[in-house]
């Protein structure tokens, strides 16, 4: 399974960016996608995750700016991030958990590569 993000970029701060990630590979069933982030120096963080039906939870630090979706035909999932603050200035990270098929529990942990998001003040 290959994730693959893009949509990153330099913008001012209270501007917008939309990343998207596409999913490829044999997936056997799709559970949650979301996005995490990176600042240099600190620990990678949720930002926001979507499960299959739709359901959806963010970071405190983001709520009311930040948007997540997905098409489950298409297995992508974006995140608009509007009103975008320097702290926001990471690298941004795709997941998806797969589950597997094979016997009770299995799960599958995919990432993507990672797209820079810069917001200059």
């Known amino acids: 399974v290959q994730l693959q993000a893009f949509g990153g970029g330099l913008v001012q701060a209270g501007g917008y960016l939309m990343l998207s990630c596409v999913a490829s590979?044999?997936?056997?069933?799709?559970?949650?996608m979301g996005w995490y982030r990176q600042a240099p120096g600190k620990q990678r963080e949720l930002v926001a995750r979507?499960?299959?039906?739709?359901?959806?939870n963010y970071a405190d630090s983001v709520k009311g700016r930040f948007t997540i979706s997905r098409d489950n035909a298409k297995n992508m999932v974006y995140l608009q991030m509007n009103s975008l603050k320097p702290e926001d200035t990471a690298v941004y990270y795709c997941?998806?958990?797969?589950?597997?098929?094979?016997?009770?529990?299995?799960?599958?942990?995919?990432w993507g590569q990672g797209t820079q998001v810069t917001v200059s003040s």
């Open positions: 979507i499960t299959s039906g739709g359901s959806t």
């Open positions: 997941h998806l958990r797969e589950v597997g098929l094979g016997y009770v529990g299995e799960r599958y942990d995919w």
């Open positions: 590979g044999k997936i056997d069933k799709v559970d949650l």
